[in-house]
């Protein structure tokens, strides 16, 4: 296990990051069973139900008997937010350390992982269902717009594509006025490892994951998702690749153009997560070079 630093009794974990097909979830399984660690999920989409092929779920056999904490706790129906993200990490990591284990916080949401190792003091503004049905119907773009013209700064510190965060800043602002600057309250000692892969090898992943996914059955999982009540809408709402599979399963776009879209938008999700964590200067890098690494 990692220990305390001698000055800070913080407790320590380790954290693994880096963008979608990096090989984030078998380095942590790795360091996990040499480190005698478990793995709690920080990946904004894998905490849902039945999306497991589509967001690339680490199945059983891949975990090697290392238990993975945060995935599948919640229902794709609803939206997960990242105070509730945060509160059930918090739990998983203390009861982690009271088993005298080393929690491995491992995923590709910046915000989420970020929430952790800085200890976000998050706002205590509950949902606010009236002004959530107001923006249901307006597209992404549109309530970026309205975000930027209430709160401009707030605005730029979000992914104008995160529709999640853009409606709960404006219920933040709905309730506050502004959004406040977050305080800052870690609780732990975090070291923090990102893995950083070449263009060109990123590209060739995302690739050949995709064609594996559909091989696995990835759109019969979208169809199955739809028949349990998601609506086209929400899975359009979850990115990615639930986005394109709802256009193409409605018929609005042919096979080869949602299987284009899918990994011009998986490159670009990529690089956006890369510009997100380079900004955290604490993050040592290991840059992956070869394509044969995983």
């Known amino acids: ?41 920080a990946d904004s989409r894998q905490i849902y139900k039945g999306l497991d092929i ?17 995935l599948d706790v919640a229902s794709p129906l609803k ?23 080393l929690p491995i916080l491992c995923g590709g949401t910046g915000y989420y992982v970020q929430s952790i190792v800085d200890g976000f003091v998050l706002p205590e503004v509950g949902i606010n269902k009236n ?32 529709r999640p965060r853009l409606i709960r800043a404006l219920e933040i602002i709905s309730a506050l006025g502004v959004v406040p600057k977050i305080k800052l309250k870690p609780r732990y000692n975090s070291i923090q490892i990102g893995i950083k892969v070449e263009e060109k090898i990123l590209k060739e992943r995302i690739y050949t994951r995709l064609k594996k996914r559909l091989k696995k ?16 809408k929400r899975m359009e709402s979850l990115g990615l690749e639930y986005r394109y599979m ?32 380079k900004r955290d200067q604490r993050i040592h890098w290991l840059d992956i070079r070869r394509s044969g690494s995983k």
């Not at 942590?28 to 005698?36: F, G, I, Q, R, S």
């Not at 589509?54 to 945060?70: A, C, F, Q, S, Y």
């Open 217 to 232: 059955g990835m759109l019969k999982e979208a169809e199955d998702l739809h028949k349990q009540g998601l609506s086209w």
């Open 79 to 101: 939206r997960f937010s990242v105070d509730t993200f945060q509160k059930m990490a918090y739990e998983a990591i203390e009861d982690i350390l009271k088993r005298g284990k």
């Open 54 to 70: 589509g967001t690339g779920k680490i199945t059983k056999k891949e975990m090697k008997g290392v238990p993975h904490h945060l």
């Open 1 to 41: 296990m990692i220990p305390p630093s001698a000055t800070n009794l913080k407790p320590s974990i380790l954290v693994i990051l880096g963008p979608t097909s990096s090989g984030k979830s078998a380095l942590a399984v790795t360091l996990a069973k040499k480190l005698n660690g478990e793995i709690v999920s």
């Open 246 to 277: 709802a256009y193409y399963l409605r018929k609005k776009i042919s096979i080869e153009e949602m299987l284009r879209q899918i990994e011009l938008v998986s490159y670009q999700y990529a690089k956006r997560q890369m510009t997100w964590f």
């Open 131 to 162: 002004l959530r049905e107001k923006l249901e119907p307006l597209i992404t773009e549109k309530i970026y717009q309205i975000l930027h013209k209430f709160d401009p700064k707030r605005a730029l510190t979000i992914d104008n594509n995160n």
